[in-house]
T-cell receptor, first 113, second 115 residues
Framework: QQQVKQSPQSLIVQKGGISIINCAYE??????FPWYQQFPGKGPALLIA?????SEKKEGRFTISFNKSAKQFSLHIMDSQPGDSATYFC????????????FGEGTQLTVNP | GAVVSQHPSWVICKSGTSVKIECRSL??????MFWYRQFPKQSLMLMAT?????????EQGVEKDKFLINHASLTLSTLTVTSAHPEDSSFYIC???????????FGPGTRLTVT
C-alpha cells in the first residue's frame, strides 16, 4: 500500500517560473514531512521539512504548504533555476516508529534556461 | 551542516564475493541509521533499520543473512552484502537520524556492480 502519493511524475518549468510538486498521505499518525532533493548518482539531500502544527514553512526560494484536513502537502520552488533540475522526493514519518520515512515516488524536475 | 559519509562510493566485485559498505555520521551521533536500495529512476526502498547496540530490523523480503548490518557505534553502521550476485547490483544509500533533532541525513550512496 502506497502511503504517500506524489505528483506529477515529471515536471518541466521555464527558468524563473514556479515549480509545484504535490503529495498526499493516508496515515494520520504521520507528523513529520520532509522534502529531499536528489541529483543523479548522489544521495538525497534534506531540503526543507514541516510538522503539522504549522500550515506553511519558507526557506529561501523553497516553501512547503501543509493542509492537515486534506492530508496533503506541497513543495513550491519560486524563481526556478536550471540548477534546481533534479528529482524531488516527499516523505513522511511518525513518532515511535524509529523515524522510518515513507517516500513518495519522486518527481523529475527539469528547469529550462 | 550534518554530514553523512559512505565508503566506498563505488565498488565492482565478482559474483560470490562479499562487499562491506560503511556509513558514518561525521558531526552528529545517530542511534538509528537506515539502509536503502535504489534502482534507476525509482524511489528509495528501505532495506533495514540499524540500531546501535542491537540487532537490525529488516523489511519484509530482505534476506538478513545476505545483507548483514552492524551498528558498532553512534557514528558508524556497516552493510555487508554476502555472496553477491549480479542481481544485487544497485545503488545503496544509508541515512542517519540525528539524535538531537530527529532529522534524517543521507549519505552520498554506493554504486555496487557485481560481475
Amino acid at each position: 500500500q502506497q502511503q504517500v502519493k506524489q505528483s506529477p511524475q515529471s515536471l518541466i518549468v521555464q527558468k524563473g517560473g514556479i515549480s509545484i510538486i504535490n503529495c498526499a498521505y493516508e496515515n494520520t499518525a504521520f507528523d513529520y514531512f520532509p522534502w529531499y532533493q536528489q541529483f543523479p548518482g548522489k544521495g538525497p539531500a534534506l531540503l526543507i521539512a514541516i510538522r503539522p502544527d504549522v500550515s506553511e514553512k519558507k526557506e529561501g526560494r523553497f516553501t512547503i504548504s501543509f493542509n492537515k484536513s486534506a492530508k496533503q502537502f506541497s513543495l513550491h520552488i519560486m524563481d526556478s533555476q536550471p540548477g534546481d533540475s533534479a528529482t524531488y522526493f516527499c516523505a513522511a514519518s511518525k513518532r515511535g516508529s524509529g523515524s522510518r520515512l515513507t517516500f513518495g515516488e519522486g518527481t523529475q524536475l527539469t528547469v529550462n534556461p | 551542516g550534518a554530514v553523512v559519509s559512505q565508503h566506498p562510493s563505488w565498488v565492482i566485485c565478482k559474483s560470490g564475493t562479499s562487499v562491506k559498505i560503511e556509513c558514518r555520521s561525521l558531526d552528529f551521533q545517530a542511534t538509528t541509521m537506515f539502509w536503502y536500495r535504489q534502482f534507476p529512476k525509482q524511489s528509495l526502498m528501505l532495506m533495514a533499520t540499524s540500531n546501535e547496540g542491537s540487532k537490525a530490523t529488516y523489511e519484509q523480503g530482505v534476506e538478513k543473512d545476505k545483507f548483514l548490518i552492524n551498528h558498532a557505534s553512534l557514528t558508524l553502521s556497516t552493510l555487508t552484502v554476502t555472496s553477491a550476485h549480479p542481481e544485487d547490483s544497485s545503488f545503496y544509500i544509508c541515512s542517519a537520524r540525528d539524535n538531537r533533532g530527529g532529522e534524517q541525513y543521507f549519505g552520498p550512496g554506493t554504486r555496487l556492480t557485481v560481475t
